[in-house]
């Protein structure tokens, strides 16, 4: 089966959404190895082509693309005429995005300090990740066939961003920055970081497929047709955002 790919370079990435200066990729500084989210795009094969140009509805999930990629239809049984009418089931058939945002501040990490309040000279502090975290997005409401609607949304979201997500990511233990916070005298400085995370929201359209034989001609229709708005949390995969602050009294 080809497949053409969305993938992402998470050391170099040309992205259509600003990165803020406060967010850096820690990508090669993780101690905790995230597995690559490149999300490969299931290209149809030529019979699946010519069905899912039948359909009056378009069909974008991978999964029943690959079912129909995986489908034959016996010349034999097209040769003598035959008719039938075949039920694949009930499918979540697409996803229409009508908008992505980025907060940068989706949920707080880690939080380094340093108490100068008895110093005389600047004190650098640097981040360091204190424990391993787990960042987990999610759909915002209960669908049917979730994990299909949770793969179209991350390839459009990915599409849009072009931005390394997953639906969950690990920031591990030890994980290290270079960059200098300097805490002045009789203050104290707090680093805080944060996992970033995109908020994609659309619309998911569904409908009962059915394939359709009619002599020497096949197509897919589909009935039944349902659209439902939902949204989901996507983590951005190996990014910490720093905020930065200076206080007299401990917070």
Avoid at 70 to 79: D, F, P, Q, V
Avoid at 107 to 131: A, V
Avoid at 146 to 152: D, G, P, R, S, T
Wanted: hydrophobic fraction near 35%; charge should be positive.
């Amino acid at each position: 089966m080809p497949f053409s790919s969305y993938a992402n370079n998470q050391t170099n990435i040309a992205s259509s959404v600003k990165v803020p200066n406060s967010a850096l990729n820690i990508s090669k500084e993780n101690t905790y190895p995230n597995a690559s989210q490149d999300m490969p795009y299931l290209e149809p094969s030529e019979l699946a082509k010519e069905l899912i140009g039948t359909s009056n509805v378009k069909i974008e999930n991978p999964d029943l693309i690959r079912m129909l990629n995986e489908s034959t239809i016996s010349k034999s049984i097209l040769a003598f005429g035959s008719r039938a009418t075949i039920y694949l089931g009930q499918w979540p058939l697409n996803y229409e995005s009508s908008e992505t945002n980025t907060n940068w501040e989706y949920q707080r990490i880690n939080t380094n300090l340093f108490d100068n309040r008895g110093g005389k000279i600047p004190y650098q502090i640097r981040y360091r990740q204190e424990e391993q975290k787990q960042i987990k997005g999610g759909l915002t409401a209960s669908v049917p066939n979730a994990e299909h609607v949770k793969q179209m949304m991350l390839l459009k979201a990915m599409d849009k961003t072009n931005l390394p997500l997953a639906f969950t990511t690990v920031i591990g233990a030890g994980t290290k920055k270079d960059q200098v916070y300097n805490v002045p005298p009789k203050k104290i400085g707090y680093l805080y970081g944060y996992a970033p995370a995109v908020n994609e929201k659309g619309k998911v359209t569904y409908g009962e497929v059915y394939l359709v034989l009619k002599g020497t001609k096949h197509s897919i229709v589909v009935k039944n047709v349902t659209s439902q708005g939902i949204g989901a949390w996507i983590p951005v995969q190996d990014y910490v955002s720093f905020s930065f602050g200076v206080y007299d009294q401990p917070r």
